[in-house]
């Protein structure tokens, strides 16, 4: 995807003339955004404290290897940025957390 530049061929589509009450005759689902890979781990440890006590370490990653997930483009075709996409997911997250289990 290339900053700026739609990712289909945005020419190929046009609006259908007003006041005819009709919809155009492009297909249904006919454009597919770009795919998404994100990856989440979990790491996490016990540690027996007392009886019935024990703590337990996690460390969480969202995203994990960093990977850019783009949103799907715009199909509003009166709009200026019809074909562009202008949404991309979050990035690498980490969570570390403690817990006391009694």
Do not use: C, H
Not at 68 to 80: A, D, L, Q, R, Y
């Amino acid at each position: 995807i290339k900053a700026g530049l739609p990712i289909f061929d945005s020419s190929a589509f046009v609006q259908p003339a007003t006041g005819r009450g009709s919809y155009g005759n492009s297909a249904r689902n006919i454009l597919t955004g770009p795919g998404a890979q994100t990856w989440n781990i979990v790491i996490a440890k016990n540690f027996p404290l007392k009886e019935r006590a024990r703590l337990q370490f996690r460390w969480e990653m969202f995203n994990a290897f960093n990977r850019e997930n783009f949103g799907n483009p715009s199909t509003n075709i009166s709009g200026g940025d019809f074909g562009l996409v202008t949404y991309a997911g979050n990035m690498r997250k980490m969570l570390f957390a403690l817990r006391i289990d009694y």
